[in-house]
């Protein structure tokens, strides 16, 4: 911020948020003593809106670049009744100076930056796929049948269920399963609940 405060040309690109452009553009007006310029990349905030409420008085222009701009090397003008002539002309000759610069490859650097750019677009873009899951409850018989072999939504289930019925559910493996519906004698189950692992090879 301190480097604003002594600027005579400012480029803005926060999130497109109303309130935070005028706030931060007028902070910086208030702390800056040269009558700077600024020049928004604003998408959707209109530019009159900016320079009424930050107090700016002409000297602010929208200067948007098409993303990604390292692709789609376009550059968008956008002015008020009260943008300066002479603010007006700097930012089409700036403008003209970019596309001048003659660059038609891409650094590592850019290339990498590009990738996550279009992967940080694609995926704001594209929603969310739900996760489905079969799921059947006989209350009166005490069962529930889910169909997943996947350990995170069992755990998120037994929570659920913990929480909001009281009820703790009990994974049925073979092992549980002879344990709570096996119908076993006393003696069975005396030698059922001593089993253990054996090692049938080295």
Same mark, same amino acid.
């Given at each position: 911020? /301190?480097?604003?405060? #002594? ?7 926060? +999130?497109? *948020? ?9 902070? &910086?007006?208030?702390?800056?003593? *040269?009558?700077?310029? !600024? ?6 905030? %209109?530019? *009159? ?16 670049? !098409?993303? %990604? ?11 008020? /009744? ?44 594209? $929603?969310?796929?739900?996760?489905? !899951? ?8 005490? +069962? ?6 996947? #350990?995170? %939504? ?9 929480? +909001?019925?009281?009820?703790?559910? &009990?994974?049925?493996? $073979? ?13 069975? !189950?005396?030698?059922? &609940?001593?089993?253990? $692992? ?5």
């Amino acid at each position: 911020m /301190e480097a604003a405060h #002594k600027s005579n040309l400012i480029f803005e690109a926060v +999130s497109e *948020n109303r309130a935070l452009k005028v706030k931060l553009l007028s902070d &910086i007006d208030k702390n800056n003593p *040269n009558k700077a310029w !600024y020049f928004t990349n604003t998408s959707s905030v %209109p530019i *009159n809106l900016i320079e009424s409420e930050a107090g700016l008085d002409g000297r602010i222009l929208g200067f948007h670049f !098409y993303n %990604p701009p390292a692709v789609q090397r376009l550059v968008e003008l956008i002015t008020t /009744e009260k943008t300066l002539e002479e603010a007006t002309a700097f930012a089409n000759e700036y403008a003209k100076k970019l596309k001048a610069s003659g660059r038609e490859f891409f650094s590592k650097n850019e290339k990498k930056m590009l990738k996550e750019h279009v992967i940080s677009l694609l995926t704001l873009r594209i $929603p969310a796929t739900p996760n489905i !899951y079969d799921l059947l409850w006989s209350y009166e018989d005490a +069962s529930l049948w889910f169909f997943t072999n996947l #350990k995170k %939504p069992c755990e998120e289930l037994e929570t659920l269920f913990l929480t +909001s019925f009281n009820l703790k559910l &009990i994974r049925l493996f $073979p092992y549980t399963m002879t344990e709570f519906f096996g119908d076993l004698t006393a003696d069975e !189950y005396e030698t059922f &609940i001593n089993l253990a $692992p054996t090692t049938l090879m080295e």
